[in-house]
């Protein structure tokens, strides 16, 4: 009998959303992990955000660019409750509006994105194999809800 470890991206959302839980009371975010949201200004004076990890590597990367850096505060928020909430849901094996969905591009590149509803918020880099986007999923889905925001001076 031969033992095989579970695939991590197994364990996704049921694929039909329900509303999600209003009034869910999230922890604050936590200061003392080395993972962090880092807000970047670009050349057309736009933000940027990504989760960054521990060792440095980008895991997310936000859809679009802030104008401002309130709204680049606000959009790395919305993507840490977000990802805060498809975790409930996958710990507690409901749906929710909140989700984490690996893809396949058209070339064959694996990546997974973070989505409100309809709504895509948060994509990764594209990976050559499926065990190496797992592996970045659970290291994504650890530390997102965690991490702190930081502004690159």
Known sequence: MMLTR????AALEPA????????????????NT????????????SFGVELRAHNGSALLSADRDAESLELAH????????TVQRANEALAQGRASTARVDCRQSLTGKWYFVVCDGE?????????????????????MRACAPGSRVQADE
């Open 6 to 9: 579970p695939k991590l991206s």
């Open 16 to 31: 039909t959303p329900l509303a999600s839980e209003p009034g869910t009371l999230l922890p604050p975010v936590s200061v």
């Open 34 to 45: 080395r993972s962090r949201y880092l807000i970047t200004r670009n050349l057309n004076g």
């Open 74 to 81: 606000a959009a790395a928020e919305r993507i840490r409750r």
């Open 119 to 139: 709504q895509l918020l948060a994509s990764s880099r594209p990976f050559d194999y499926r065990s190496r986007m797992d592996k970045a999923l659970y290291a």
